[in-house]
DNA sequence: TGTAAAAACCAATTGCATATTGGGTTGGGT
DNA sequence: ACCCAACCCAATATGCAATTGGTTTTTACA
């Protein structure tokens, strides 16, 4: 903490703070104005701002203003970071470790219409006639099986790593045959999974995806 | 399918996007100016563009544009609107799905120097003199485990479910106690996955996690 | 001469008007 | 009946000026 602070500015900014009706993001009036209504110098409100800063009590940012509370993490706009950061072994552990939790919450929360949905996708799937349609089914199987868990915020996340995923696969259909070969493995795979999401088997559609999973993770694996 | 399609045009349409050296976005030129290009019309030119849309070959967005391939799912993370859609009892149902996987990974992955800045961040949420430094060396523990895992992306998924967890709670901490009891039941949940984490014992973090965390679920709905 | 305050400058961000883009309709011509 | 050109609408992008925090320079005063 700077020594040089001016401990009667300080105790004008914290009376502020402690009546001031602010609107709900917790936005402060501008540096120069608060200056201005506390009678202070900028540069010494600025020194009180930073004390303050260095004790989680508001936060700043250059260009949005000055914010009541901790800073938050930066979570918008992070699809691109995460591409950029991440590779397609991490996509598949991120998957592997993630997306069995959702089938159990799906076994356990789908309506019957789901659970038909979700057998739909998955004969759509064996029966798509090339690979791009094959992996529109595959996809839309995976995320009906998300909205099946009945959480909005699982489903937000569900669909934020397949956006990741897609942008790391990208481009990545060039060089595959016509159509799936009719024993694909994740064929039989896919009905174990949907089997037990219908039969209500938590454990046991936890367990279905995640050898899907590890299967998929394997293939990819033989053919990196 | 639109049976009045006009097949040479699609055939132009086909051979364009053949040769053509787009951006790497995969952004097609304004319809206005394709048709020009291709010396057809721009109804023509939509109608073709249908067409190949059903066939998931491009996707076309008002305002935006016309690009190559599968329309992505929203690929901005959009914490408002997880925010809007959810609600506490979801965000704990996601953390429950959720935050034991992490910990099982932590417990595979982590260095000594993370499994060491773990156990700070434990040691230092007990110590902590007040709830708001109790909760912010708490968020550094679930942070800490989610690096730990050794996975960027499952640490963007961590990070995205604790901003919409903390916009979910906002304001929450107005009416508590100055500090958290001796015998706050998270100290004792705490040290369970610690240990756990330190002695590389993925079950065993995957359990002490979840009940961790059903844990804090129960407290919540008794305070509800 | 040293210090504090005011003024000026810089980089990041926001707000707003205008331009662009897909979606669709209308009228005229063949 | 169908296609084309022109036009309109809603969604989005773009460009520029204004705003905001961060920092440096200048000015005034003791």
């Known amino acids: 903490m700077d020594e040089n602070i001016d401990l009667p500015a300080l105790e004008k900014l914290r009376g502020f703070l402690a009546s001031a009706q602010l609107p709900d993001d917790g936005r402060l009036p501008p540096e120069r104005e608060l200056a201005q209504s506390l009678d202070i110098g900028r540069a010494v409100l600025r020194k009180a701002l930073a004390t303050l ?78 690979w791009r349609q094959y992996e529109q089914w595959d996809n839309k199987l995976h995320r009906t099986i998300g909205e099946a868990s009945q959480n909005s915020l699982l489903l937000g996340l569900l669909d934020t790593l397949n956006a990741v995923r ?15 070969p009719a024993d694909h493995h994740s ?7 949907v089997q037990a999401i219908g039969d209500r088997d938590a454990a046991g559609a936890y367990e279905a995806m995640r050898r899907h999973l590890r299967s998929v993770e394997s293939h990819m694996r033989n053919r990196g």
């Not at 897609?166 to 799936?180: F, H, N, S, Y």
Request: with cysteine; glycine share 8%; net charge positive.
């Open 53 to 130: 800063q260095a004790e989680g009590v508001v936060w700043r940012h250059v260009g949005k203003g000055t914010f009541t509370g901790e800073r938050p993490i930066d979570t918008v706009a992070d699809i691109n970071a995460m591409v950029q950061r991440t590779n397609p072994f991490e996509v598949m552990g991120a998957r592997i470790a993630f997306e069995p939790e959702v089938a159990r919450c799906a076994a356990l929360n789908a309506t019957g219409a789901q659970v038909a949905e979700i057998r739909n996708c998955m004969l759509k799937a064996q029966q798509a006639p090339t």
């Open 166 to 180: 897609r942008a790391v696969t990208w481009g990545r259909l060039r060089d595959t045959p016509v159509r799936p």
């Open 187 to 193: 064929f039989a795979e896919h009905i174990e999974i």
